[in-house]
């Protein structure tokens, strides 16, 4: 299995640009978690979908953070405009949506808005 | 929701030393999860312990879990300079759909 896949690995962009990051779900997984990382606040959970419901986006920071998942396999994570405190890692993760599964984590995207 | 605090923030040992790393957390679980994280990349599993287990082994990881204490422990022995990470816990709930991460713990291991 290719594990979960992430694009663009990095992304240079200029405030106020729209920013479109994208995840491939390991095959059979169901859940999809979106999750930033920055020193200052760590790893932060955004939302996290089920059989691609969103069931908790109380993470995501404010209206210009969008994430969709338009089948069982792929998401993404929409940030318009942007702004430089969008700065971080993105990390997308998938797991089964049953407890004490192992949630796998792509390499993130690595995101500066300028 | 669910979240684990590891402590120490940073810890530097010399290579063959012991590393310990602490995790705890507030409200009752169903699981709780080590992950590592290597600079520049994802978050990589290590290993699960179930509420009702105390320990639980992995060649040179050892976890512990009191649900008392609401705390978790992850211990590296003989470690080597390429443990050189950042550890996370993460708890679970009772479906898997709420996992959050502490801040980590930083491990330096100097050869």
């Known amino acids: 299995d290719a594990g979960v896949i992430q694009s663009p690995r990095h992304e240079v962009t200029e405030m106020g640009q729209e920013v479109t990051l994208r995840c491939k779900l390991i095959?059979?997984?169901?859940?999809l978690f979106w999750y930033r990382q920055t020193m200052m606040r760590g790893l932060e959970l955004l939302i996290y979908?089920?059989?691609?419901?969103?069931?908790?986006d109380s993470g995501m920071p404010e209206d210009r953070f969008s994430a969709k998942m338009p089948n069982a396999s792929f998401s993404t994570l929409k940030i318009q405009p942007s702004e430089p405190r969008d700065s971080a890692v993105y990390f997308c993760?998938?797991?089964?949506?049953?407890?004490?599964?192992?949630?796998?984590f792509g390499e993130g995207s690595w995101l500066t808005v300028v | 929701s669910q979240q684990g605090e590891e402590d120490p923030q940073a810890l530097s040992i010399q290579e063959g030393e012991n590393a310990t790393m602490n995790c705890s957390y507030k409200?009752?679980?169903?699981?709780l999860q080590w992950y590592r994280q290597n600079s520049g990349r994802g978050l990589v599993h290590l290993i699960l312990?179930?509420?009702?287990?105390r320990e639980k082994h992995s060649g040179r990881l050892r976890v512990t879990l009191d649900t008392s204490k609401k705390s978790s422990s992850l211990l590296i022995t003989a470690s080597r300079a390429a443990d050189t990470a950042s550890y996370f816990c993460?708890?679970?709930?009772?479906?898997?759909?709420?996992?959050?991460f502490g801040a980590g713990t930083r491990l330096t291991v100097k050869p």
């Open positions: 993760a998938s797991s089964l949506s049953y407890s004490g599964n192992t949630i796998y």
């Open positions: 409200t009752s679980i169903n699981n």
């Open positions: 993460a708890t679970g709930g009772y479906n898997n759909n709420d996992m959050r």
């Open positions: 312990i179930r509420s009702n287990e």
């Open positions: 095959s059979g997984h169901n859940s």
């Open positions: 979908f089920n059989n691609n419901v969103p069931i908790d």
